[in-house]
Nanobody, 122 residues
Framework: QVQLVESGGGLVQAGGSLRLSCTASGRTSSTYATGWFRQAPGKEREFVATISWSGGSTYYTASVKGRFAISRDNAKNTVYLQMNSLKLEDTAVYYC???????????????WGQGTQVTVSS
């Protein structure tokens, strides 16, 4: 019903920047929130940021506050995650997800992308 595709990941040195994109297709009007989650090797999937359909509501996990920014362009059916001042601990596979509620909980999101790798080196 909804398909999500992430892009923009890559290898970057600590202190650098990347911008991730999540492009949606299908019945996108059925979703209210789009979130970014990440999973590092040996760790559980964790919340990063989420944004409402209008862009008027956003929420970030404390570790990325002030460094990352989530935004959306509904004309392009795309949500972005601008990542600045990257740290080694930001290394993970980043996933885009869409659902009906603005939450930090993975299981509350209905649709998921395939993930894009972000690697931060020293």
């Amino acid at each position: 019903q909804v398909q999500l595709v992430e892009s923009g990941g890559g290898l970057v040195q600590a202190g650098g920047s990347l911008r991730l994109s999540c492009t949606a297709s299908g019945r996108t009007s059925s979703t209210y929130a789009t979130g970014w989650f990440r999973q590092a090797p040996g760790k559980e999937r964790e919340f990063v940021a989420t944004i409402s359909w209008s862009g008027g509501s956003t929420y970030y996990t404390a570790s990325v506050k002030g460094r990352f920014a989530i935004s959306r362009d509904n004309a392009k059916n795309t949500v972005y995650l601008q990542m600045n001042s990257l740290k080694l601990e930001d290394t993970a596979v980043y996933y885009c997800a869409a659902g009906g509620l603005l939450t930090t909980i993975p299981r509350t999101y209905d649709y998921w992308g395939q993930g894009t790798q972000v690697t931060v080196s020293s």
